[in-house]
């Protein structure tokens, strides 16, 4: 069975900052790249980061970057997203993905390309 758990979520202000952590109970954690969706009320579930297997490469939304981080422990099957800077708009439920690939340095932006995701975490910025 495979389960990914976020957790970190919360209420912050305008310009604070959070870090959202996955832990992924999958078998060789290592072949899965790795990424963070979000969902907000009556919008459809967008890109907001990915990592590829080995952490080498990553890729944002043009949302987030310069502003939001992913990084990966594999050590720790865990994949981490450091939340900067945080807006209203950012306020939405957060999901973990995570994506079996080959490919050892590429990211998928597309939700339905991804295998295996979370429950959720809630991310609530307030003016």
């Known amino acids: 069975q495979v389960q990914l758990v976020e957790s970190g979520g919360g209420l912050v202000q305008t310009g604070g900052s959070l870090r959202l952590s996955c832990v992924a109970s999958?078998?060789?954690?290592?072949?899965?790249?790795m990424g963070w969706f979000r969902q907000a009320p009556g919008k459809e579930r967008e890109f907001v980061a990915a990592i590829s297997r080995g952490g080498g490469s990553t890729d944002y939304a043009d949302s987030v970057k310069g502003r939001f981080t992913i990084s990966r422990d594999n050590a720790a099957n865990t994949v981490y997203l450091q939340m900067n800077s945080l807006k209203p708009e950012d306020t939405a439920v957060y999901y973990c993905?995570?994506?079996?690939?080959?490919?050892?340095?590429?990211?998928?932006?597309?939700?339905?390309?991804?295998?295996?995701w979370g429950q959720g975490t809630q991310v609530t910025v307030s003016s």
């Open positions: 993905a995570a994506e079996r690939i080959w490919r050892t340095t590429v990211v998928t932006t597309t939700a339905n390309e991804y295998d295996y």
């Open positions: 999958i078998r060789t954690f290592t072949n899965y790249a």
